[in-house]
């Protein structure tokens, strides 16, 4: 299978990922007790951009399972990248590509942009790190702006409570209870040009927080 991007020859479909998905991935949910809603709201096929909150190192997987129906490519911090086991768990089976945090990645967000444009769908975690439990980061514009240049459908997703493991400084705090939420996709009406970005990420953000049970917007 020809590799997704120029830079990551290892980002393609491989039947290694639904391995994976059906038996990792199916663990990993089963022991959070994940419930999906929304899952219909996901395009089959074509050119997609997930957009998440990030409570947990156990996000991206728990997203993949939740998506169930498409391979989901994610971002990972560019340290993971630098451990040998856990580098080949999510090059080959996360379908990850590196991003170097604390600064705009520009070679990631071209990254995200080109695995978009070869028709797949791409998650991407606006906060940019994990948010603590019960609270949101503010989205960093990098989101922004790979929302604005894609143009494609946006669909965003809320997880709630898996910070209970793997959270934010703590390893577990009781049994977890899952729920990820998918909203209907939407597109953002603004000109793709740099200070558009923040305002871009920052309506991100407000779609997936339009998610949780109970927002008076929702």
């Known amino acids: 299978m020809k590799p997704l991007t120029k830079k990551y020859p290892w980002v393609r479909k491989t039947s290694i990922y639904w391995f994976w998905l059906n038996t990792v991935g199916r663990f990993i949910a089963s022991f959070c007790h994940l419930k999906v809603y929304g899952r219909e709201n996901i395009p089959k096929e074509g ?15 728990l997203v993949a399972y939740a998506v169930k129906k498409r391979p989901v490519f994610f971002m ?10 856990l580098s ?32 797949e769908l ?3 975690f606006p906060e940019g790190q994990r948010a603590p439990a019960n609270s949101f980061v503010r989205a960093k ?3 922004g702006m790979v929302a604005l240049k894609a143009k494609v459908p946006i669909v965003p997703c809320l997880i709630e409570g ?21 909203g209907k996709p939407f597109y953002i009406d603004l000109e793709d ?12 953000m407000e779609r997936i927080q339009e998610l949780k049970v109970g927002n008076k917007s929702s």
């Open 47 to 61: 050119k997609v951009l997930l957009v998440a909150n990030h409570k947990s190192y156990l996000d991206p997987p």
């Open 76 to 85: 990972a911090k560019s340290e993971l990248f630098e451990m040998p086991f």
């Open 88 to 119: 080949s768990l999510i090059k080959h089976w996360g379908n990850a590509f590196p991003v170097k945090r604390g600064r705009a990645d520009l070679t990631a967000l071209k990254t995200a942009l080109e695995i978009i444009n070869n028709g």
């Open 122 to 124: 791409v998650c991407i």
């Open 141 to 143: 514009w990098g989101a």
């Open 162 to 182: 898996s910070e209970k493991i793997i959270g934010k400084g703590k390893i577990i705090s009781g049994w977890p209870k899952v729920t990820i939420r998918f």
């Open 193 to 204: 040009k740099k200070e558009n970005y923040q305002k871009a990420a920052d309506v991100l």
